[in-house]
């Protein structure tokens, strides 16, 4: 009986060569035409291939206006049987590697082209994202591949260190929509970069993958499919710039995937920077902004001493002001009035240094009440009376850390304007010791820059 399933133009091909192709398939990534004949296994994928190289050359040509392609180098990585390298290769490209860990893959794509007649100026190579050395290209592809590793941000350093201006990324990913208020509270957003960022945040969820298609997993591993937000957020630890969703995952699925499998892909492109040394980092600006922020801020008086009087010398002041009020019952609050009494006690608060400092008041408070009051009295030019203050801080078994070392620091400069070398030396080495990232020397310039009274 004749088989009646879908067989392509068959064309001038001869049935041995036809068992050929067959046995070396799937072509489940590629679309080969030549003479009349396709030859391609994308069944639900169908279009996917064209539709990225058409992708690719639209962020090629923005990135790469006029003659800036020439001579340009492109690196893809895992790239199966080289279909869109092949499809690439009219662009003035200096030079085209392909880099894949099957042999297969690669010996895949050969025979085609030969049976085809179809030539090739791609350089292929049998590797992976870990054995890529030190060689760079100018630009890097890396498609359809992520979701079949262990570790993302692992590989986005990998292509990172190999590619000198632009990455052109596609991968399948967690849908937008999974990153729930709950998660977001579970995360626990509060580290110092969101002093200075967005509260982005992003899941990752693993799954089991063989080795056994030609399109998965290297080895038997629990690989990561990253939501488009973790993504951005490796992207930028890696050092990429100008990250950009080239196709976000409606527009992909709704030009793509008609059939029943649901798909949700993303392109992104990233750049390296025009410097592009090594990855930079503002981590040591945004310490010493927030450092700097908090050292410099007081909250408003007469309420430091106010709640320091009651918190730390359990007295009680005979008038209490409204403020003081507020953030007594913020220190001692539990549930639901916690966020109440904060908002509260923020709109007496114009500064976000002075927000930072009341919301961590609640934490350690005898501790964060001591250095605050310390910072006042060092500012009133109260020397003898800060040292005392703060060392009732440094000085008492478990004291909050934070507000140790920061409570080294003014005791350094408490003693350098007071005019005792051993003191102010003293306990600059503490401060280092207890907070080696402690921006001391940046913080000292600030703090001689300041109206001090001399004693
Ligand atoms: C789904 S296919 C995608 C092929 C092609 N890049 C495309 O998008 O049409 C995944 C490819 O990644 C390769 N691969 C798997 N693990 C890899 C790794 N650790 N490093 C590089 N490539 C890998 C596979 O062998 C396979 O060719």
């Known amino acids: 009986m004749a088989h009646t399933g879908s067989q392509g133009d068959a064309g001038a091909l001869s049935p041995g060569q036809i068992e050929e192709i067959n046995t070396h398939g799937p072509y489940n990534h590629a679309v080969w035409t030549a003479g009349g004949v396709e030859v391609t296994q994308e069944e639900q994928l169908a279009g996917r291939g064209h539709f990225l190289v058409e992708r690719i050359r639209e962020v090629i040509a923005r990135h790469f206006p006029g ?4 001579s340009c180098s492109i690196l893809d990585v895992g790239c199966y049987d080289g279909w869109i390298l092949h499809r690439l290769s009219d662009l003035p490209f200096g030079r085209m590697v392909g880099i894949e860990p099957r042999a297969k893959n690669i010996e895949k794509g050969r025979r085609v082209r030969e049976i085809l007649g179809i030539p090739t100026r791609v350089e292929f190579r049998v590797g992976d994202l870990d054995s890529l050395g030190d060689e760079r290209f100018d630009i890097v592809l890396c498609l359809g591949v992520l979701h079949h590793l ?50 982005v945040f992003g899941i990752t969820g693993q799954k089991l993958e063989t080795s056994y298609y030609d399109g998965s997993a290297r080895a038997l591993a629990v690989v990561s499919i990253p939501s488009m937000e973790s993504l951005r957020m490796y992207l930028d630890v890696a050092g990429f710039e100008s990250v950009e969703t080239v196709v976000d995952p409606e527009r992909y699925g709704a030009t793509l995937f008609k059939g029943d499998r649901r798909i ?60 003081c009020r507020i953030a007594s019952s913020y220190i001692r609050s539990t549930g639901w009035r916690t966020a109440m009494l904060r908002s509260l006690g923020d709109r007496w608060l114009a500064d976000r240094y002075a927000r930072e400092i009341f919301k961590n008041l609640r934490y350690a408070a005898v501790d964060k009440l001591g250095l605050e009051y310390g910072k006042e009295l ?23 850390w934070r507000s140790v070392y920061r409570a080294f620091f003014l005791l350094s400069r408490l003693h350098d304007r007071m005019g005792i070398p051993e003191g102010r030396d003293r306990y600059r080495g503490l401060c280092q010791t207890s907070n080696p ?16 009274p001399d004693v």
């Open 67 to 70: 003659d800036g392609l020439r």
């Open 150 to 199: 262990e570790s993302i941000p692992t590989a986005l350093r990998r292509l990172r260190s190999v590619c000198r201006r632009l990455l052109f990324l596609e991968t399948l990913c967690i849908p937008s929509k999974r990153l729930t208020r709950g998660i977001r509270r579970d995360l626990e957003l509060k580290d110092l970069v969101y002093f200075y960022k967005d509260k």
């Open 264 to 323: 949700h892909d993303v392109c992104m492109s990233a750049r390296v920077g025009e410097d592009e040394g090594r990855p930079r980092s503002e981590e040591a600006s945004w310490v010493r902004q927030y450092e700097g922020g908090l050292m410099r801020t007081l909250l408003p008086r007469p309420h430091t001493r106010l709640l320091y009087e009651r918190f730390c010398l359990a007295r009680r002041p005979p008038i209490v002001p409204l403020f």
């Open 378 to 400: 060092y500012r009133q030019g109260m020397y003898a009376q800060a040292v005392e203050v703060l060392q009732g801080v440094t000085r008492r078994l478990n004291a909050d």
């Open 437 to 452: 990232q402690f921006p001391f020397d940046a913080l000292l310039q600030e703090d001689e820059a300041m109206e001090i």
